[in-house]
């Protein structure tokens, strides 16, 4: 399995709180990824990051952010959670090639009641 | 813009059996990559195959293959001699340059 990691693995929160999911990968990557995943629907690309201090967001409208100060570490942050923040949040990150292989963390299960 | 679908949620197979899952997808690229990543229940995912589209010959990984099919835009993936551990969620998915599109996934039962 590949070198990355996430945490907390499941969280039950309740509205409006601030949280924070960690990510961290050891295999130097500059390419990190947040991905949104629903039972029964395919993942959605919320945020990316090529490199230290670059962020962009993805495809799927997001109320989350990301930060990217150190290469190995992209914590992504929900300032104040609501019940339709409920899902799975998946970390990935590649190398450098133009379209490399994604390895994926364990993923975040997250429940706002 | 680009789309990987697939048109099976749930499949299953007898341990020991072939089971080919499907995967279609839209581009009007002729330059990209094809993946096939296993999901197991509360698992992390992992990649199964990769498959460049500019390669004629299917990629293989021991009891894993494809059958790409550029001109349909269609990218199975075989499993032969299935294994109780090969129960998962199976999705395809579609990547150029630094985009990754995925379909909606297979639900795989390994039946003892």
């Known amino acids: 399995e590949a070198d990355i990691y996430q945490t907390p693995r499941y969280l039950v929160i309740g509205t409006g709180k601030k949280i924070t999911l960690e990510c961290s990968q050891t295999m130097g990557h500059d390419k990190m990824y947040w991905y949104q995943q629903d039972p029964g629907m395919e993942l959605h690309l919320i945020h990316y990051s090529y490199g230290v201090n670059s962020t962009e967001k993805g495809d799927l409208s997001s109320e989350s952010t990301v930060s990217r100060i150190r290469t190995e570490h992209f914590p992504l942050t929900l300032e104040s959670a609501r019940p339709s923040h409920t899902s799975q949040y998946l970390c990935a990150s590649s190398g450098d090639s133009s379209t490399d292989t994604q390895y994926f963390g364990p993923g975040t299960r997250l429940t706002v009641l | 813009a680009q789309t990987v679908t697939q048109s099976q949620p749930e499949m299953s197979v007898q341990e020991a059996e072939t089971v080919t899952l499907s995967c279609t997808y839209d581009?009007?690229?002729?330059?990209?990559?094809l993946f096939w990543y296993k999901q197991p229940p509360s698992r992390q995912m992992i990649l199964v195959i990769r498959?460049?589209?500019?390669?004629?010959q299917n990629a293989t990984e021991n009891r894993f293959s494809v059958n790409f099919q550029k001109a349909a835009k269609s990218f199975s993936l075989k499993i032969s001699d299935s294994q109780l551990g090969d129960a998962a969620m199976y999705f395809c998915a579609y990547g150029l340059g630094n985009q990754f599109y995925f379909g909606t996934g297979t639900s795989l039962t390994v039946i003892p």
């Open positions: 581009t009007s690229e002729s330059d990209y990559y």
């Open positions: 498959q460049e589209a500019y390669k004629q």
